[in-house]
């Protein structure tokens, strides 16, 4: 006769499935961390080749967060808040990105912003070019990492009870102050944890942007070069330098966005 | 104060019907309703929440229908509070104060304090919304309402949600609101009760549109189609008033059938919070109605003469109207009816409890302004 047990044998399979999982996430990147040769490790710190990329890498993606932030939150608001003619087709675009290969997104953005298309001419009349260019590599951070921002965004507006904005209009707030001052408050969780993904991801993008700047060079281009030409050994170091630097402000971040309160 | 002419308001799957109504300055005005009436939608537009397709709102004499909400002069009540949770009470309170610029933050402060006072909430000014109980809640949004002096105040079902003792003392608040501030209010509700102890006039809605609305005596006593009276009139509900005997307070109810040794009957019921000589209605629920072939010795003070009218089984119960000087229904089980051999023009005994009796003394109508 079965006894009712704390843990069935579902959740001891369950578990140990889990484990597996978890260890297959975390022992390769830990493992990268540990072994690297020391002596070139500490020279490769002191490269200003290195050091530069890295700040390049982190610098680029948080003009993409910004950008991403100023054109992202209203579209995940509209997404949101209102019923419109092809809202399905708009939340399915905004998957794309993570879908489509990101060398092949490189390509497409090539197309548009490259010199043989009006809207490249434009911005390059302008002086923005997007060709090896700090522009350049914005651009494509961007492309490859607004869904997690918009999605995270839009899930955050969603949790709000429209009858707040709607209390707030009546007690004499015109429909700019209730966002700022209900709206973003109550999201702000959401919209946190969504920028900290779009950056992170923004950080580890190597497809796209190097199809469209492969200088300079941000720290994944840096490490595809450096094992092309030198091999593991030289490639090592700076992997370890941008993981840990990865890690660390990852989990601050998210730290900080844990203390915020939920509504 | 407000006048509603010929507005609707079309929506994916609901309609609002052409809605004429008319509220005076210091009325208290329940529309009610069961779920899915219409009700809140009705709100919302006159917020100015929702453009409405045609027709017109006014807010004494002055045109609003094209004003958004910050320029609609209206406190707005949802059921569920709708309070600022990132706010505490006195942030809350002082939102509309200071999106409406309405004094010097020292005026501010004062208002506040008197608000806080008038409502019995001044304690509770540092927390937040989800340290507070229902009452409290609603209380600091009814002060959050009342803050920015609105011409009018809307209240979506503001009782629903609150346990039956914050209930009857929000409705005593709401009372104090209407009466002390004279405030106009439009509170809606599904529950017949809360129009009863609360409102002077009372509109019925039904789909999307009114289907009566008058002083609370004309909608309970003469329901103008079976929906009206089905919703309102599921129990027995009586023109009443206050009377002493003995010293001691009882409810009168004029016959208006039957043997006249004496013109009325006389109720005896709990708690009346009113004096002698006060009108209202009696409700006696059907179901607080005891039913016997002889005269019963109980608890039950109220014992009356009664003849059989008609019974209606359904299922496990009847309903059996009575003739006790007034037409009366009883609801019992359609066992006991069967072992009483109750059948129509039998004469029985009917009892109820002073505690299952309800009078309720509708406010003064206020004089019209």
Known sequence: MATIQKYSGLAFVFAVLSVVLLIFITLPLFKVLFSADKQILLTTLQEQEVMASIGLTLRASLYATITGLVFGLPLAYFLARYDFVGKEFAEALIDLPVIVPHTAAGIALLSVFGRKFFLGRIFNSWGIGFMGSTAGIVLAMSFVSLPFLVNAAKEGFRSIDPRLERVARTLGATPTRVFWDVTIPLSSRHIISGAIMMWARGISEFGAVVILAYHPMIAPVLIYERFNSFGLKYAQPVAVILLAICLIIFFTLRVISRRQKMY | ?369
Not at chain 2, 301 to 319: D, P, W, Y
Request: glycine share 8%.
């Open chain 2, 1 to 369: 104060m407000l006048d509603i002419c010929g507005l609707n308001l079309r929506l994916d799957d609901f309609n609002l019907r052409d809605i004429n109504l008319k509220v005076r300055a210091g009325e208290y005005y329940i529309i009610l309703g069961p779920t899915g009436s219409g009700k809140t939608v009705l709100l919302e537009a006159l917020a100015g929440l929702r453009p409405i397709d045609s027709g017109q709102i006014l807010f004494s004499g002055q045109d609003v229908t094209g004003l958004p909400p910050e320029e609609r002069n209206i406190g707005m009540v949802y059921q569920d509070y709708a309070l600022f949770p990132h706010l505490t009470v006195k942030e809350n309170i002082a939102y509309g104060l200071k999106k409406r610029k309405m004094g010097e933050s020292q005026w501010i402060e004062a208002q506040i304090g008197r608000l806080g006072e008038f409502l019995n909430i001044d304690h509770l000014m540092k927390r937040y919304p989800i340290n507070l109980s229902g009452g409290e809640k609603q209380r600091v949004a009814l002060a959050r309402a009342l803050a920015i002096k609105p011409q009018l105040l809307l209240l979506d079902e503001p009782l629903s949600a609150l346990d039956r003792q914050s209930k009857r003392r929000i409705q005593g608040e709401l009372r104090r609101i209407h009466k002390e501030l004279e405030q106009t209010i439009l509170h809606i509700t599904h529950d017949m009760e809360e129009a009863l102890s609360l409102g002077d006039k009372v509109a019925v809605m039904e789909g999307g549109k009114i289907v009566q609305a008058g002083t609370l005596t004309e909608v309970f006593q003469k329901p103008v189609n079976p929906f009206v009276a089905g919703f309102v009139g599921h129990d027995n509900i009586f023109n009443a008033r206050v009377g002493k005997r003995n010293g001691e307070k009882v409810v009168l109810v004029d016959k208006i059938s039957g043997v006249a040794a004496a013109p009325e009957l006389e109720f005896s019921v709990s708690a009346i919070d009113v004096p002698a000589g006060s009108n209202g209605f009696l409700l006696i629920p059907a179901e607080g109605i005891i039913l016997s072939t002889s005269p019963i010795q109980s608890s039950a003070r109220n014992l009356f003469f009664a003849t059989v009218i008609s019974l209606e089984k359904v299922g496990i119960i009847t309903h059996v109207t009575l003739d006790m000087g007034i037409p009366i229904v009883a609801t019992i089980t359609s066992n006991s009816a069967q072992d009483m051999k109750i059948q129509s023009g039998c004469c029985l005994y009917a009892a109820c409890k002073a505690t299952s009796l309800h009078f309720f003394s509708p406010p003064p109508t206020p004089r019209s302004l």
